[in-house]
């Protein structure tokens, strides 16, 4: 390594460095404390974590006027689930609003020990990540949610309808809330608040992750670990591997399931060429510094 490529000089003995640790990690809790407590502060009569809420089940809400309901509601039945829903909410959001500070914490904690060279590789993808987790989450609520509740929801209308058809019953309008005849068993939906807001949080968080994909491949070609021409040789293995991902972490609905595969392995191919660029640049380096030449490059290239 030159001159300028060395680690910074640190020789604080191992106390030392346990004590900065615990001044990050406390330093991070304190950060993760107060994002959730402004999720607690009250706007227009309501908690912030509150408006969150309404924002997630959006989604819901929307497909059940779509149905016919023009007043949606969304229950709780335990005195305690209401108050643990929005404790829910403001963790994983006061997370979100903690996070640069507790990234800039985990930073200033590792970076004495890493070359400069390798700071300014680094960085990047501390910035991409976040952004791309915001871009997957942010797809999943605008458009794979609103399709899975439309398949959910939607659902047992369809099945009435179609079932009504084959026995022979009235003809029932698709938007219509029909109610039973004499003493037939009604069934219809009474959505509870937890459990709608889960569904919303695994596909956010679902697609926050797959997202992370470009930035988890482009490090580890960075790092030497993984090759753009390995990764276009297990292409088709991918592609396998996409669609049971999405089977697994979609409702069955066709509709949605090729979406999520089609973003997916998107992001798999631009994965690809992120790495395609990243081994240029380290080639080109190395040959600038005369430690490749063309017949080095060859034997990499294959």
């Known amino acids: ?27 991070s809790v304190v950060a993760l404390l107060i994002g959730i407590s402004i999720c607690f502060i ?59 500070v507790i990234a800039h914490q985990m930073w200033r ?21 976040p952004v791309m987790f915001l871009l997957g989450a942010s797809f999943a609520h605008l458009v794979v949610t609103p399709l899975a509740m439309n398949f959910f ?19 029932v309008p698709a938007d219509a809330t029909v109610a039973p005849a004499g003493d037939e068993l009604r069934i219809t939906f009474f959505g509870k608040v937890n459990e709608s807001l889960g569904i919303t949080l695994v596909f956010i968080m679902a697609f926050g992750l797959c997202f992370q994909l470009p930035v988890l ?15 276009g040789s297990v292409r088709k293995y991918a592609m396998v591997a996409i669609l049971v991902l999405a089977a697994l972490v979609t409702p069955p609905d066709v509709v949605t399931q090729l979406i999520l595969f089609t973003v997916v392995y998107g992001l798999y191919e631009v994965s690809i060429f992120l790495v395609r660029r990243v081994e240029k640049s380290r080639d080109q380096r190395l040959r600038e510094d005369g430690l490749m030449d063309d017949e080095d490059e060859d034997e990499s290239a294959h």
């Open 1 to 27: 390594m030159t001159g300028t490529d060395e680690i910074e000089d640190s020789s604080a003995p191992l106390i030392e460095h346990l004590a900065e640790l615990r001044t990050r990690l406390i330093r």
């Open 42 to 100: 009250p706007i227009q009569g309501e908690f912030i974590a509150e408006h969150i809420l309404k924002f997630l089940v959006a989604p819901i809400a929307d497909t059940l006027r779509a149905l016919g309901d023009p007043n949606p509601t969304l229950q709780f039945t335990a005195p305690q689930e209401y108050l643990f829903t929005l404790f829910r909410i403001s963790m994983v959001f006061g997370f979100a609003l903690a996070f640069p």
């Open 109 to 129: 904690f590792v970076a004495p020990g890493l070359y400069r060279s390798e700071k300014s590789a680094f960085l990047p993808f501390i910035i991409a990540s």
């Open 153 to 171: 929801l939607g659902f047992a209308d369809a099945a009435s309808i179609f079932a009504s058809i084959l026995g022979g019953g009235p003809d």
């Open 217 to 231: 491949l482009t490090l580890m070609g960075k790092a030497g670990l993984v090759s753009a021409e390995g990764l």
